[in-house]
């Protein structure tokens, strides 16, 4: 299956009944409160996020990227290869925001492996969240990402760090 924006919204989101919107366009990205749901993985499906540590780094850089852009995060899942971020821009600074995020992540995991090169897959993918109920079903759909892949149960989902 393609890692694409449609296989994605309908494959794997529509099970969570949410209302995505569509891809975003950049005349949506640039504006206020804008919700979203941000996909990313890594080059040639590279396990990116093995260690714990490069979850950890990454979560720090989420963070700093949520504080310097203003955003409001509403759920985040790092798993071995890809992430997913559910998040409004009030500043509608999503794609600075995420070009600093991914470009500096990147630049510390390559420094701290003494690697270059390209790091994600792609530009990240990003879709536009209907206001009303859908959020909330989308940040289900993110926090359940580890139980549908295997790595946790449900039962034990709550002492899983990176949802």
């Known amino acids: 299956m393609n890692w694409g924006l449609r296989a994605l919204a309908v494959a794997d ?7 995505i919107l569509t891809a975003c366009p950049t005349s949506f990205v640039s504006n206020p409160l804008v919700r979203s749901i941000i996909i990313n993985r890594g080059n040639y499906r590279r396990w990116i996020f ?28 790092i798993m071995g290869n890809h992430f997913h971020l559910a998040l409004e821009t009030p500043r509608g600074n999503l794609v600075t925001g995420m070009q600093w995020l991914e470009s500096t992540y990147a630049n510390r995991f390559n420094r701290f492996r003494d690697e270059w090169g390209h790091l994600f897959q ?19 759909y993110i926090d359940l990402n ?17 949802v």
């Open 13 to 19: 989101l529509e099970s969570c009944n949410a209302r």
């Open 50 to 77: 093995e260690e714990s540590g490069a979850k950890a780094a990454f979560e720090t850089c989420l963070f700093e990227a949520c504080k310097r852009c203003e955003w409001l995060l509403h759920a985040f899942v």
């Open 122 to 140: 792609s530009r990240y993918k990003a879709l536009l969240v209907e206001p009303g109920d859908a959020l909330g079903q989308l940040c289900s």
């Open 146 to 162: 580890p139980v549908r892949a295997g790595i946790v149960s449900v039962e034990r989902l709550r002492d899983h760090r990176y």
